[in-house]
């Protein structure tokens, strides 16, 4: 009969062959709370099942990526978006020989604070609430302290810190500022495969939507990068896996940096401005973008002023009303949010 602790600690002796600038679970800093060890599973495996498991994450599959209701059945949402960065992620990782596990948790638990209603939701919240809103900032609220019933999910620093540091605002693509604070390699690969998933699946979805066209994408970056999805894909992942190379630690010239070739990189930080230009910013008017707008502030005021209506869980913590109104918020789906405003306008 195996003996269940041997599981775990075969696991982390086949972790001391990553390469040296890898994470190791056995090494990891721990957690808020200690706990005894699961006896099959290292820490950041096990931190990956609790993210997986948590109502935050199954939310995500009605949440907003980009488009507010849209009609078809083919649409990003997103959890769909979550999945595409956790398979880019552990490709790179495996690739560089770094711990897939690690990346694979802050891939699944990055977006879990995006608010209903995509960025359009954020903007608003960031504008209400006193303290401000970054969904970054909310995704590591969640697991520290809202899941299970306050208690939150007791996750490993290097997974919190992934997901506090894999925002990128409107900085460039590995440009100033990119790196800053992240404390593994393993939460570099996230922030990049976070990049790789998004630009090419909202111009897809853009496509569909009807906002451009495939012949509108920048000539200079499809020359490089592909013209389908697949192939930019490609292209992005064997080009970071190819200019990230002395991070596997097989490769003693070059430094430990996760990055992208010149020619790459200009091209991914064009089609990421076109993104902007020509999507994003649009994306925010309109009907639909109205309607959310005018939900997320009617959310906001009445709970502001009916704090005794909040759900338990988010009265036992020790912060302010609106930031408990924040968090509440936060976690709806867009189907919840116009219903609870529905609810609240009769």
Same mark, same amino acid.
């Given at each position: 009969?195996?003996?269940?602790?041997?599981l775990?600690?075969?696991?982390?002796?086949?972790?001391?062959?990553?390469?040296?600038?890898?994470?190791?679970?056995?090494?990891?800093? =721990?957690?808020?709370?200690?706990?005894?060890?699961?006896?099959i !599973?290292?820490?950041?495996?096990?931190?990956?099942?609790?993210?997986?498991?948590c109502?935050?994450?199954?939310?995500?599959?009605?949440?907003?990526?980009?488009?507010?209701?849209?009609? %078809?059945?083919?649409?990003?949402?997103?959890?769909?978006?979550?999945?595409?960065?956790s398979?880019?992620?552990?490709?790179?990782?495996?690739?560089?020989?770094?711990?897939?596990?690690?990346?694979?948790?802050?891939?699944?638990?990055?977006?879990? =604070?995006?608010?209903?209603? %995509?960025?359009? =939701?954020?903007?608003?919240?960031?504008?209400?609430?006193?303290?401000?809103?970054?969904?970054?900032?909310?995704?590591?609220?969640?697991?520290?302290?809202?899941?299970?019933?306050?208690?939150?999910?007791?996750?490993?620093?290097?997974?919190?810190?992934?997901i506090?540091?894999?925002?990128? %605002?409107?900085?460039?693509?590995?440009?100033?500022?990119?790196?800053?604070?992240?404390?593994?390699?393993? =939460?570099?690969?996230?922030?990049?495969?976070?990049?790789?998933?998004?630009?090419?699946?909202?111009?897809? *979805?853009?496509?569909?939507?009807?906002?451009i066209? %495939?012949?509108d994408?920048?000539?200079?970056?499809?020359?490089?990068?592909?013209?389908?999805?697949?192939?930019?894909?490609?292209?992005?992942?064997?080009?970071?896996?190819?200019?990230?190379?002395?991070?596997?630690? !097989?490769?003693?010239?070059?430094?430990?940096? +996760?990055?992208?070739?010149?020619?790459?990189?200009?091209?991914?930080?064009?089609?990421?401005?076109?993104?902007?230009d020509?999507?994003?910013?649009?994306?925010?008017?309109?009907?639909?973008?109205?309607?959310?707008?005018k939900?997320?502030?009617?959310?906001?005021?009445?709970?502001?002023?009916?704090?005794?209506?909040?759900?338990?869980?988010?009265?036992?913590?020790?912060?302010?009303?609106?930031?408990?109104?924040?968090?509440? +918020?936060?976690?709806?789906? *867009?189907?919840y949010?116009?219903?609870?405003?529905e609810?609240?306008?009769?």
């Open positions: 009969m195996v003996d269940d602790f041997s775990r600690q075969q696991t982390e002796r086949k972790e001391e062959a990553l390469s040296p600038y890898a994470a190791r679970s056995k090494s990891s800093r =721990g957690r808020v709370r200690w706990e005894e060890p699961c006896p !599973r290292t820490c950041f495996q096990r931190d990956r099942d609790r993210i997986i498991y109502k935050a994450f199954r939310r995500l599959k009605h949440k907003t990526q980009v488009f507010i209701a849209p009609l %078809g059945d083919h649409y990003v949402t997103r959890l769909t978006h979550t999945l595409e960065v398979q880019i992620a552990r490709t790179i990782s495996r690739a560089l020989n770094l711990n897939e596990d690690l990346a694979e948790a802050i891939a699944l638990g990055h977006d879990l =604070g995006h608010t209903p209603f %995509g960025h359009v =939701g954020e903007e608003i919240l960031n504008e209400l609430c006193p303290e401000g809103f970054r969904h970054n900032e909310q995704s590591l609220r969640v697991v520290d302290y809202l899941e299970n019933e306050g208690q939150g999910l007791n996750l490993t620093w290097e997974v919190r810190d992934g506090l540091n894999h925002s990128k %605002g409107e900085i460039d693509i590995l440009g100033e500022g990119w790196a800053d604070n992240i404390g593994t390699m393993e =939460g570099h690969v996230c922030k990049m495969a976070d990049v790789v998933a998004y630009i090419n699946h909202d111009l897809d *979805d853009a496509i569909r939507a009807g906002f066209t %495939g012949d994408l920048p000539r200079s970056s499809v020359a490089i990068l592909g013209v389908t999805n697949s192939q930019r894909i490609n292209t992005l992942v064997r080009d970071i896996v190819s200019c990230s190379w002395g991070v596997s630690g !097989r490769d003693k010239v070059k430094g430990p940096v +996760i990055g992208m070739s010149p020619a790459v990189l200009q091209a991914s930080n064009e089609l990421r401005q076109f993104l902007f020509r999507v994003y910013y649009p994306s925010f008017q309109g009907e639909d973008v109205d309607r959310a707008r939900t997320m502030r009617l959310l906001y005021s009445y709970f502001v002023e009916h704090e005794d209506e909040l759900p338990p869980e988010f009265c036992l913590l020790n912060d302010s009303k609106e930031r408990r109104v924040a968090d509440y +918020i936060a976690g709806m789906t *867009d189907q949010a116009l219903r609870r405003a609810e609240i306008s009769r």
